[in-house]
């Protein structure tokens, strides 16, 4: 009888194991189910999410050549009026750099 007895605790014990091990694998194949469906939901969301520019990017070139003029005109005044101890509008008259232009290219 003994062995009656282990046999019966043996397989209730191997039942047991079985059915955590299933557990498990539902577990798992929930858990990697889930993933898939947000991998998909992400994928989707990102094909919606395709925006249009409110600024064109050739527009947006034009304004930062735009700007970067600006920028230098900007410095030139400064440089000469506040810097310099000019008039800020004389650094854009021709005949200030024709001047600056004679200094550089001086004939010794």
Not at 100 to 107: A, E, F, L, P, R
Request: include cysteine.
């Amino acid at each position: 009888m003994p062995t009656n007895e282990m046999n019966k605790g043996s397989s209730s014990r191997r039942a047991a194991r079985r059915s955590q091990r299933r557990e498990r694998q539902e577990l798992r194949a929930s858990r990697r189910e889930k993933r898939i469906a947000a991998k998909k939901a992400d994928i989707q969301e990102r094909r919606q999410k395709i925006r249009k520019r409110l600024i064109p990017i050739w527009l947006r070139l034009i304004l930062v050549a735009l700007f970067c003029f600006g920028a230098l005109i900007a410095g030139l005044m400064f440089g000469y009026g506040v810097i310099g101890e000019g008039e800020p509008a004389d650094a854009l008259d021709k005949s200030t750099w024709q001047h600056i232009i004679d200094i550089v290219t001086k004939q010794k």
